[in-house]
């Protein structure tokens, strides 16, 4: 039982350069979500994907897309990536009632 | 005024030492009640989980809620060095558009040898 993975656990982009972030849970859960963590600010909600098949934005959604490609994989794509986008990116899940998420181990995104 | 409202720290503390640490929230709404642990360069793990108001313990932590304060604190009892890491509050609630998780920014705590 691996939890939630992440791939990769480091990448360095330059401006401009695309990229797709892998997440994948093992638990069955419904609820999937994107953050990103920066030094002062916290743990911001990218997008969420409540059920199979549903994506909403979060608090911080302009520059990236998500794919919830089925149950256990929720992608996170950078079309263009721009240096504000370096952070480290956190997946997380939950059962539908929210006793909690439970998080990967993230993903360092450097933009040069 | 921020959701949530957390004491960035760093707290130092010695070994033993009670450590309580503390958020504010501004949302009535919230109704859900998490305490994470996260160690550097790694992500955030669940370590307590309470609903509504009251204390709930697990081994050397309490997590306790005041909904009238909008107030919730976690104490950690006989403080350990591996104790040492960032601990973030977070806030749950159901709103229009599903579930609404809100973070703090973390506190970060030292428990020295």
């Known amino acids: 039982n691996a939890g939630v993975t992440q791939t990769p656990k480091f990448q360095v982009l330059k401006t401009g350069q695309s990229m797709t972030l892998q997440c994948a849970q093992d638990?069955?859960?419904?609820?999937m979500y994107w953050y990103r963590q920066d030094p002062g600010m916290g743990l911001r909600l990218i997008y969420y994907?409540?059920?199979?098949?549903?994506?909403d934005k979060g608090e911080v959604p302009n520059g990236y897309n998500v794919s919830r490609l089925n149950k256990r994989e929720f992608s996170l794509r950078l079309e263009s990536a721009a240096p504000s986008q370096t952070s480290v990116y956190f997946c997380?899940?939950?059962?539908?009632?929210?006793?909690?998420?439970?998080f990967g181990p993230g993903t360092r995104l450097t933009v040069l | 005024q921020k959701e949530v409202e957390q004491d960035p720290g760093p707290l130092s503390v010695p070994e033993g030492a009670i450590v309580s640490l503390n958020c504010t929230y501004s949302?009535?709404?919230?109704?859900?009640f998490m305490w994470y642990r996260q160690y550097s360069r790694k992500g955030p793990e669940l370590l307590m989980y309470t609903y509504s108001s009251g204390n709930k313990e697990d081994g050397r932590f309490t997590a306790q809620v005041d909904k009238s304060s909008k107030y919730i604190s976690l104490f950690i009892r006989d403080s350990q060095p591996s104790d040492s890491a960032t601990y973030l509050c977070a806030m749950s609630a159901y709103d229009n558009y599903g579930q609404n998780f809100v973070f703090g920014p973390g506190t970060r705590l030292s428990v020295l040898p």
């Open positions: 997380a899940s939950s059962e539908t009632h929210p006793r909690g998420q439970f």
């Open positions: 994907s409540a059920s199979e098949g549903t994506t």
């Open positions: 949302n009535s709404a919230f109704q859900y």
């Open positions: 638990m069955n859960h419904n609820s």
